[in-house]
């Protein structure tokens, strides 16, 4: 359905020169698939979103859906962002209605209440949206972005604004969507609570990079990658009380400054001179599941390192 092939993109700047933002993704995501991509600021999870909007095109590689090239925006492509994007002098149902209008479809708010009736807004069809809470306009959102029937829903965050009740709504509405509509659902998020609670698979990305993908209950069950495996580690616990809590040390490296080899050696516990001197390519661990460490070259990571950082 989606497919991303060996993506880079640049941009240029103002001190002269380059910053490489994403380098060689490459991601499928199949029919009726519910993906995260899982990443912390500044791994270009945004970038990503751009390209998969038609915003921006890919310095080298190429996207695909249904084996289209991407680009240019499209309502094959249903975006979902943070930021609710309503027309405040627009009621719920003409804003959700407003895309099949402009695609001059004349059963435009019949669509449009098909969509305002899933994500249960029926009542509040004709409330404008400050009259609406925060969890109801990003349902408001999806409705816009499904009434133009995309072949696939792209989700920047979008429950990253809302309390936990009705995040808790908003995952499982696009649960429940998935299996109506068969619509596949791309999901970017820097939660790990979510990713838990809704995908089927995950993408963890690193400076631009994936850096690990596999099903979800792999990758939480047996992580693979060092910084997986950190973040995973820096959820608290229950019972962790009075404990400190773990952190993965260091930053993210700045751009212009990026380490030769493998971009999370300076923050690694396991970082050797190989990781200093060259950057990894993906192992497979498993079936589906691949990591980008030199550790796993050698099925090393899956036993002594996995049990070493398994604490
Ligand atoms: Fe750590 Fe080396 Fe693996 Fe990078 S390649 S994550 S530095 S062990």
Redesign the pocket.
């Known amino acids: 359905m989606l497919r991303i092939d060996k993506v880079t993109k640049e941009f240029p700047q103002s001190s002269g020169g380059r910053k490489r933002v994403l380098e060689d993704i490459s991601l499928k995501i199949e029919d009726n698939e519910f993906v995260c991509i899982l990443g912390k600021s500044g791994c270009g999870k945004s970038t990503l979103l751009n390209l998969l909007a038609g915003y921006t095109v890919p310095d080298y590689g190429a996207l695909y859906l249904d084996r289209n090239m991407i680009h240019g925006p499209s309502a094959d492509r249903g975006i979902v962002f943070q930021e609710y994007a309503l027309y405040p002098w627009y009621t719920v149902l003409q804003n959700v209605a407003f895309g099949p209008s402009v695609r001059k479809d004349p059963n435009a708010e019949e669509i449009a209440m098909k969509y305002i009736k899933m994500i249960g807004l029926e009542k509040y069809k004709d409330y404008y949206p400050d009259s609406l809470s925060g969890g109801m306009r990003q349902r408001a959102m999806i409705a816009i972005a499904l009434a133009c029937k995309p072949e696939i829903l792209i989700a920047d965050e979008p429950t990253t604004a809302l309390d936990v009740t009705i995040q808790a709504q908003i995952l499982d509405l696009m649960n429940q969507l998935k299996k109506e509509t068969g619509t596949s659902i791309l999901f970017i998020t820097h939660d790990l609570g979510v990713v838990a609670e809704v995908c089927d698979d995950v993408a963890v990305m690193y400076c631009g990079r994936v850096v690990e993908r596999g099903d979800v209950k792999t990758i939480f069950a047996n992580p693979s990658?060092?910084?997986t495996k950190g973040l995973l580690g820096s959820i608290p616990r229950l019972g962790d009380a009075g404990k400190e809590l773990k952190s993965i040390p260091g930053n993210v490296p700045n751009p212009k400054y990026m380490p030769k080899?493998?971009k999370?050696?300076p923050r690694?516990p396991?970082?050797?001179e190989?990781?200093r001197e060259e950057e990894?390519g993906f192992f497979q661990i498993e079936e589906g599941h691949i990591s980008?460490?030199?550790?796993c070259e050698s099925g090393q990571l899956k036993t002594d390192h996995v049990e070493k950082a398994g604490d």
Request: glycine share 6%; hydrophobic share 20%.
């Open positions: 990658h060092p910084y080899g493998c999370f050696e690694c396991y970082a050797s190989k990781c990894p980008r460490c030199w550790l």
